[in-house]
């Protein structure tokens, strides 16, 4: 569900800091689309995610990751990202540019190991100059094993092209954040060869309430925003969310 935080972007540019947090999501996808609820065969969209995200940069770059848990009367899907930006020029004027690698992995109780895959590429970064504005740009190869496409034949060599933003403003009071992914991936049983996706986070930061300076929640909400993710077709998916920052 999440991806690469701001403050990846913060500190590939000249940040110091580390940072954690766990989100929690109420997804109303199942209320909103028929197909998206539960089967015989299939537990349906997830109503609860938990998410746990870690970001800690380096002399050499930074690394990322993040785990999904998907809740439907117990744990039933489990997915992960991690990611390491390599920088070694990061006192010169190529700082803006690093190299990536990354690996995404998951499984379920109904479909087993799914999603595994590993990209490597080019991560272009930029920010505004007081940083409350931040941005990136990755272009990526993407190795997806034993993908095959309609006619059967291996489509396992693919990309991804990745954008990621976030904007501080209200004197700190909101922040909107995400990222919008466009790869190839054969889906045979969809008929479809590309997949979009979108997630843009608004949060309402309650730390800037007087006396509240340690209270690192937030309150908001995430809108996942496909078409051929899912399922086939466009789909826009709202979630109700908190988050605690470390």
Known sequence: ??????????????????????????DFGRGMYDELGKTEDYYGRPQLTTTVEMFRPDSFGSTFFFIDLDYASGVKGAYWEIAREFCFWQQSKMNWLSI????????????????DCWLAGATY????????KTWSLSMMYKLIPHTVNAAGKSQEH?????GVWGINFAHGWC?????????????AWQGTSHILLAEPQFWLNLNNIKGW?????????????SNNFVAKGFYVVPTLAAKWSF
Do not use: P
Not at 100 to 115: I, L, P, Q, W
Not at 158 to 162: D, E
């Open 1 to 26: 569900m999440k991806r690469f935080l701001t403050i990846v972007v913060f500190v590939l540019l000249g940040g110091v800091a580390a940072a954690q947090n766990v989100q929690l999501h109420y």
């Open 158 to 162: 693919n990309f991804q092209i990745t």
């Open 213 to 225: 300076d340690n209270v690192k929640l937030s309150v908001g909400t995430e809108v996942e925003v």
């Open 100 to 115: 990536h690698a990354e690996y995404n992995g998951g499984m379920n109780k109904s479909a087993g190991s799914y999603n």
């Open 125 to 132: 970064s930029g920010h505004s100059k007081d940083f409350s």
């Open 175 to 187: 922040s909107f954040s995400g990222f919008i992914d466009f790869w190839r991936e054969c889906r």
